[in-house]
Protein backbone atom coordinates (compact mmCIF):
# COMPACT_ATOMS: atom_id res chain seq x y z
CA UNK A 1 0.00 0.00 0.00
CA UNK A 2 1.63 3.53 -1.02
CA UNK A 3 0.11 5.18 2.01
CA UNK A 4 2.73 3.28 3.87
CA UNK A 5 5.34 4.55 2.07
CA UNK A 6 5.31 8.08 2.77
CA UNK A 7 7.73 10.50 5.16
CA UNK A 8 6.62 10.92 8.53
CA UNK A 9 5.21 14.47 9.52
CA UNK A 10 1.92 16.52 10.00
CA UNK A 11 1.48 17.37 6.35
CA UNK A 12 2.23 13.71 4.80
CA UNK A 13 0.21 11.57 7.05
CA UNK A 14 -3.23 14.03 6.67
CA UNK A 15 -2.66 13.77 3.25
CA UNK A 16 -1.94 10.09 3.17
CA UNK A 17 -5.22 9.41 5.35
CA UNK A 18 -7.14 11.72 2.89
CA UNK A 19 -6.41 9.67 -0.18
CA UNK A 20 -7.68 6.52 1.96
CA UNK A 21 -10.96 8.14 2.37
CA UNK A 22 -11.18 9.61 -1.74
CA UNK A 23 -9.51 6.54 -2.80
CA UNK A 24 -12.34 3.79 -0.84
CA UNK A 25 -14.94 6.43 -1.48
CA UNK A 26 -14.83 6.41 -4.83
CA UNK A 27 -14.43 2.70 -5.05
CA UNK A 28 -17.55 2.33 -2.48
CA UNK A 29 -19.69 4.87 -4.57
CA UNK A 30 -18.37 2.56 -8.12
CA UNK A 31 -20.43 -0.19 -5.66
CA UNK A 32 -23.40 1.99 -5.26
CA UNK A 33 -23.33 2.99 -8.85
CA UNK A 34 -23.32 -0.64 -10.12
CA UNK A 35 -26.98 -1.21 -8.45
CA UNK A 36 -28.69 2.13 -9.83
CA UNK A 37 -32.30 2.73 -10.00
CA UNK A 38 -32.13 4.75 -13.18
CA UNK A 39 -29.40 5.93 -15.69
CA UNK A 40 -29.85 9.39 -13.39
CA UNK A 41 -29.20 7.97 -10.69
CA UNK A 42 -26.15 5.89 -12.14
CA UNK A 43 -24.68 9.86 -13.44
CA UNK A 44 -24.99 11.01 -10.41
CA UNK A 45 -23.52 8.17 -8.73
CA UNK A 46 -20.73 8.23 -11.31
CA UNK A 47 -20.20 11.85 -10.75
CA UNK A 48 -19.63 11.29 -7.02
CA UNK A 49 -16.89 8.74 -8.20
CA UNK A 50 -15.28 11.30 -10.51
CA UNK A 51 -14.99 13.76 -8.05
CA UNK A 52 -13.76 11.54 -5.34
CA UNK A 53 -10.69 9.97 -8.49
CA UNK A 54 -9.90 13.60 -9.11
CA UNK A 55 -9.41 14.33 -5.14
CA UNK A 56 -6.85 11.20 -5.43
CA UNK A 57 -4.97 12.75 -8.41
CA UNK A 58 -4.77 16.51 -6.48
CA UNK A 59 -3.41 14.62 -3.75
CA UNK A 60 -1.51 12.48 -4.99
CA UNK A 61 0.55 15.23 -7.22
CA UNK A 62 0.50 17.15 -3.90
CA UNK A 63 2.76 14.43 -2.81
CA UNK A 64 4.63 13.92 -5.67
CA UNK A 65 6.00 18.07 -5.82
CA UNK A 66 6.38 17.83 -1.78
CA UNK A 67 8.65 14.49 -2.35
CA UNK A 68 6.69 12.68 0.47
CA UNK A 69 6.35 9.57 -0.95
CA UNK A 70 9.62 7.23 -0.64
CA UNK A 71 9.22 5.28 -3.42
CA UNK A 72 8.13 8.00 -6.44
CA UNK A 73 7.89 5.53 -8.89
CA UNK A 74 5.55 3.80 -7.12
CA UNK A 75 3.25 6.63 -6.79
CA UNK A 76 3.92 7.74 -10.52
CA UNK A 77 1.96 4.47 -11.82
CA UNK A 78 -0.71 4.95 -8.99
CA UNK A 79 -1.17 8.46 -10.67
CA UNK A 80 -1.15 6.90 -14.44
CA UNK A 81 -3.45 4.12 -13.28
CA UNK A 82 -6.10 6.71 -11.33
CA UNK A 83 -5.80 9.24 -14.60
CA UNK A 84 -6.73 6.25 -16.44
CA UNK A 85 -9.57 5.15 -14.63
CA UNK A 86 -10.79 9.33 -14.79
CA UNK A 87 -10.76 8.23 -18.24
CA UNK A 88 -12.86 5.51 -17.78
CA UNK A 89 -15.44 7.28 -15.77
CA UNK A 90 -16.06 10.20 -18.14
CA UNK A 91 -16.67 8.06 -20.87
CA UNK A 92 -18.92 6.08 -19.19
CA UNK A 93 -20.73 9.32 -17.70
CA UNK A 94 -21.56 10.78 -21.51
CA UNK A 95 -22.67 7.16 -22.28
CA UNK A 96 -25.09 7.40 -20.08
CA UNK A 97 -26.19 11.24 -20.73
CA UNK A 98 -26.91 10.20 -23.92
CA UNK A 99 -28.80 7.32 -22.80
CA UNK A 100 -30.72 9.93 -20.65
CA UNK A 101 -30.82 12.51 -23.09
CA UNK A 102 -32.21 9.90 -25.75
CA UNK A 103 -34.16 7.75 -23.15
Keep these: MMCKKIES ?3 AEHLAKQL ?14 RSAESNRDFSHKMKVCL ?8 N ?16 ETLIRENNELISIFV ?3 KT ?5 KDG
Excluded at 51 to 58: A, D, Q
Excluded at 60 to 75: D, S, T
Design 91 to 93: ASI
Design 20 to 33: IRSATSSALNYGEA
Design 96 to 100: SASKI
Design 51 to 58: KELRECMV
Design 60 to 75: MQIQKGAELVKEAGKL
Design 9 to 11: GFA
